[in-house]
């Protein structure tokens, strides 16, 4: 434990240096921490990435190292945040951010406030179950979005693809430059690929039945997307939006806008920005 904690010192430390900013004019730290977390108590209950992480008191320990206020947030939940007070969910009162990179997270924005739940497990949207007959799913069940729509799922897809001949392009990049990923799946797609074209379009038809849920069970204003696999635009989220508006409720469907996240990799610290802020003004 010791050790990470020295590593976040070295790391705060090189991005003051970077950005020319002393210790002393810091006002409070933010720690967006991946699953659950106890904001409260700011307490990581467990770390998977951090084997011996049991119930660690995350923010009175680095309290007492820097003399600062800290706080801590789930990261996907920082980052949402940080989307609706800066980014493509400005002014909106009722906002989902979900977030797909290797896997598939997000957080939920409810009369302007994130609601966390009741352990601060809140917005797993990427474990919401799109087939049950789907593939096995790190959780423990069976075809979560994440299971199907991750970059990690797209990428999986076109290894096959690159295996079976369905895809020269991607058998040729792979050759080239290792195991096959959605970043050069995209790549592909550009170059005329069909069959990458083509596991986005599914990918991204799962990920419109999950957000046709989203949409009927939080009638939002605007669902903000974020994350690597994000920037694959429209190869992804053409299809997600026709699913969503075949699927959802006319009601709740009505006005729903769908947008890029703004902030990219930022969006995170920009929520434990504004946290720490809102903190300071009571
Ligand atoms: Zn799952």
């Not at 990458?196 to 046709?212: D, K, P, T």
Request: proline share 4%.
């Amino acid at each position: 434990m010791e050790v990470v904690l020295e590593r976040i010192e070295e790391s705060l430390d090189a991005a003051l240096g970077k950005a020319g900013v002393k210790r002393e004019r810091l006002a409070g730290l933010g720690i967006a921490s991946p699953g659950a977390v106890d904001v409260v108590r700011g307490i990581v209950p467990n770390a998977p990435q951090l084997p011996g992480w049991q119930d660690v008191p995350l923010a009175r320990l680095l309290e007492e190292r820097f003399g600062l206020p800290t706080l801590l947030e789930n990261d996907a939940s920082a980052a949402a945040l940080g989307e609706h007070r800066f980014g493509a969910g400005r002014g909106s009162r009722h906002m989902l951010y979900i977030t797909v990179s290797t896997g598939v997270g997000g957080g939920i924005i409810i009369d302007g406030d994130l609601y966390r739940g009741k352990s601060g497990a809140a917005g797993e949207m990427g474990h919401v179950i799109i087939d049950m007959n789907g593939p096995a799913c790190g959780c423990g069940a069976r075809g979560c979005l994440e299971s199907l729509a991750s970059g990690t799922a797209i990428a999986k897809r076109g290894e096959e693809l690159a295996e079976s001949g369905d895809s020269p392009i991607l058998a040729r990049l792979r050759k080239e430059e290792g195991p096959v990923t959605a970043e050069m799946m995209e790549r592909a797609a550009t170059m005329g690929d069909a069959a990458s074209r083509e596991a986005f379009r599914q990918a991204g038809h799962y990920f419109g039945v999950a957000l046709a849920g989203f949409v009927n069970v939080f009638d939002p204003e605007v669902i903000v997307i974020g994350g690597g696999v994000a920037k694959a635009g429209d190869l992804l989220l053409e299809q997600a939006r026709v699913t969503m508006e075949s699927l959802a409720m006319t009601q709740p469907l009505k006005g729903v806008r769908l947008a890029v996240s703004e902030l990219g990799e930022f969006a995170g610290a920009m929520g434990m920005v504004a946290r720490l802020r809102e903190e300071a003004e009571g």
